[in-house]
Every structure is written in structure tokens, then in C-alpha cells.
């Protein structure tokens, strides 16, 4: 069983950053989700079990990164952030997988966190 909590989350102006952390409790392949209202939760971006491989959704490659360390506490460092980046951004783990494999669909990811708001003024 991997325990996940997010933080770090807040309100920031467009064009600022801001930095995810999610402290797990156990080593997995790991991903950033993301739910706006009223739309479908959707992949951000992934680092496989080993940390060997990264993946991103077209709309944030280039902005953000995804990083893990040594006590297996997964990052996303937000940059140029903007108002459609605006939702509750979700820290999931895939603790099956150990390839260099990143699934972006939510049902691949058997643990989630509960959540942190971010909000992007414009």
C-alpha cells in the first residue's frame, strides 16, 4: 500500500510558478493528474518506477517538471503558469508497474492523494 499527500498548492498570477510536492510513502511509477470543473480528470505528467523516464501532456511540456528524490517524495515544478492550468492537481501511484512505462489514464493508477487547488489568476 503507498500512502500519498499532496501540498503546495495556492493562487498565483499568470505567468508565475509554483511547486507540487507529494510525499510517498513507498517507491512506484507516479503521475500528476489534474481535475478543472466540470471537465474529465487528465494526465499532467508521469516518472516511471526507476525514474528512468518522464513523460508530459503537450500542454505543459516545456512549463512544467516532474522530479522525484531519494525519500521517494514526487515534485512538479510549475512554470509560466496560466489560467487554464487552473484545477485541483491530483498525486496518483501505478504500483504494479516497473518498466519504463507511464500510463496517462487515471484507472492505470491504484493510490491517489486527495488533492491540492491551484488557481492561476489572469
Known amino acids: 500500500q503507498v500512502q500519498l499527500a499532496e501540498s503546495g498548492g495556492g493562487l498565483v498570477q499568470a505567468g508565475g510558478s509554483l511547486r507540487l510536492s507529494c510525499a510517498a510513502s513507498g517507491r512506484a511509477a507516479m503521475a500528476w493528474f489534474r481535475q478543472a470543473p466540470g471537465k474529465e480528470r487528465e494526465f499532467v505528467a508521469g516518472i516511471n518506477w526507476g525514474g528512468s523516464t518522464t513523460n508530459y501532456a503537450d500542454s505543459v511540456k516545456g512549463r512544467f517538471d516532474i522530479s522525484r528524490d531519494v525519500t521517494n517524495t514526487l515534485f512538479l515544478q510549475m512554470n509560466n503558469l496560466r489560467p487554464e492550468d487552473t484545477a485541483v492537481y491530483y498525486c496518483?501511484?501505478?504500483?504494479?508497474?516497473?518498466?519504463?512505462?507511464?500510463?496517462?489514464?487515471?484507472?492505470?493508477?491504484?493510490?491517489w492523494g486527495r488533492g491540492t487547488q491551484v488557481t492561476v489568476s489572469s
Open positions: 496518483a501511484a501505478d504500483s504494479s508497474t516497473r518498466t519504463s512505462r507511464i500510463s496517462k489514464v487515471p484507472r492505470a493508477y491504484d493510490y
